[in-house]
T-cell receptor, first 115, second 116 residues
Framework: GENVEQHPSTLSVQEGDSAVIKCTYS??????FPWYKQELGKRPQLIID?????GEKKDQRIAVTLNKTAKHFSLHITETQPEDSAVYFC??????????????FGAGTRLAVHP | DAGVTQSPTHLIKTRGQHVTLRCSPI?????VSWYQQVLGQGPQFIFQ???????GRGNFPDRFSARQFPNYSSELNVNALLLGDSALYLC???????????????FGEGSRLTVL
């Protein structure tokens, strides 16, 4: 069945260090891979996404890489800041026609950035 | 522009009761999806509606139902509530999709349901 595994479940770093979160997915038909940040009591907010025709995408301190052969994708945050502390979710979406856009989410990574 | 709005924000029900949750998508968005997020877990897909038709259903029992109205707002209904239905229910909207492509989902703040 469709599944997304996310590691680690918790990550603690010092301010200024880098953080890496990794996900694997099972459905080879997946073609869209977003990352969401969710602060306590808030909605999930999209921070970056990548489609299967691209191997890497970067937006300032955030980058995502995708290896379709291995069914892996990763989130990289450089120069971490205390405000980066939150729960991060990866997700994968299979390619379906007709306006279907189901996301399969990972279990989340709680990132703590210490000053 | 207003984002995705959901109501109510919080509610408490007892086992066996029924609940209706409401969602208004971002203006111009025709697709609405519902997700259940149990504390400490990632959101789980319940339903997707596009142009008022059900386009997808997750692994949830028939106690869960939904519909989309002509103005693209949506309702999620849950009958015969169980303790395990306690969760944050998230609504997300997205623009009309090109064939075979997935659009960005914009989430609302959610409706937090507690079943006692």
């Amino acid at each position: 069945g469709e599944n997304v595994e996310q590691h680690p479940s918790t990550l603690s770093v010092q301010e200024g260090d880098s953080a890496v979160i990794k996900c694997t997915y099972s459905d080879s038909a997946s073609n869209y891979f977003p990352w969401y940040k969710q602060e306590l009591g808030k909605r999930p907010q999209l921070i970056i996404d990548i489609r299967s025709n691209v191997g890497e995408k970067k937006d300032q301190r955030i980058a995502v890489t995708l290896n379709k052969t291995a069914k892996h994708f990763s989130l990289h945050i450089t120069e971490t800041q205390p405000e980066d502390s939150a729960v991060y979710f990866c997700a994968a979406s299979p390619m379906f026609s007709g306006g279907y856009n189901k996301l399969i989410f990972g279990a989340g990574t709680r990132l703590a950035v210490h000053p | 522009d207003a984002g995705v709005t959901q109501s109510p924000t919080h509610l408490i029900k007892t086992r066996g009761q029924h609940v209706t949750l409401r969602c208004s998508p971002i203006s111009g968005h025709k697709s609405v999806s519902w997700y259940q997020q149990v504390l400490g877990q990632g959101p789980q897909f319940i339903f997707q509606y596009y142009e008022k038709e059900e386009r997808g259903r997750g692994n949830f029992p028939d106690r869960f139902s939904a519909r989309q109205f002509p103005n693209y707002s949506s309702e999620l209904n849950v009958n015969a509530l169980l303790l395990g239905d306690s969760a944050l229910y998230l609504c997300a909207s997205s623009l009309a999709l090109a064939r075979g492509l997935t659009g960005e989902l914009f989430f609302g703040e959610g409706s937090r349901l507690t079943v006692l």
